[in-house]
């Protein structure tokens, strides 16, 4: 059984950085893509960044060039660098393992506020 838990949210001023970590428990973390989503009060859950299990990476519009994902098989953890965060980065992160059959496990959260 896979279990995810996130890490590192917090409050920052805007401008600054954050570094979310996202554990994984189970077998078979090197195979299968990983992605952090956000959710903002009000809003839908949205694609934030993925990385598949060969290192691909892809960025929504939005986090371009300010954000990093990246992943560390021997530790089974996934990665999500912020950097020059907004108010509007303001959600709740979550880490989302998507494995080859097509089954999905999320993480249960974890909460970033940027301050204007």
């Known amino acids: 059984q896979v279990q995810l838990v996130e890490s590192g949210g917090g409050l920052v001023q805007a401008g600054g950085s954050l570094r979310l970590s996202c554990a994984a428990s189970?077998?078979?973390?090197?195979?299968?893509?990983m992605a952090w989503y956000r959710q903002a009060p009000g809003k839908q859950r949205e694609l934030v960044a993925i990385?598949?299990?060969?290192?691909?990476?892809n960025y929504a519009d939005s986090v371009k060039a300010r954000f990093t994902i990246s992943r560390d098989n021997g530790k089974k953890t996934v990665y999500l660098q912020m950097n020059s965060l907004k108010p509007e980065d303001t959600a709740v992160y979550y880490c989302?393992?998507?494995?080859?059959?097509?089954?999905?496990?999320w993480g249960q959260g974890t909460q970033v506020t940027v301050s204007s």
């Open positions: 989302k393992m998507i494995t080859m059959l097509g089954v999905y496990y």
């Open positions: 189970g077998s078979g973390f090197e195979s299968n893509a």
């Open positions: 990385i598949t299990n060969t290192g691909s990476t």
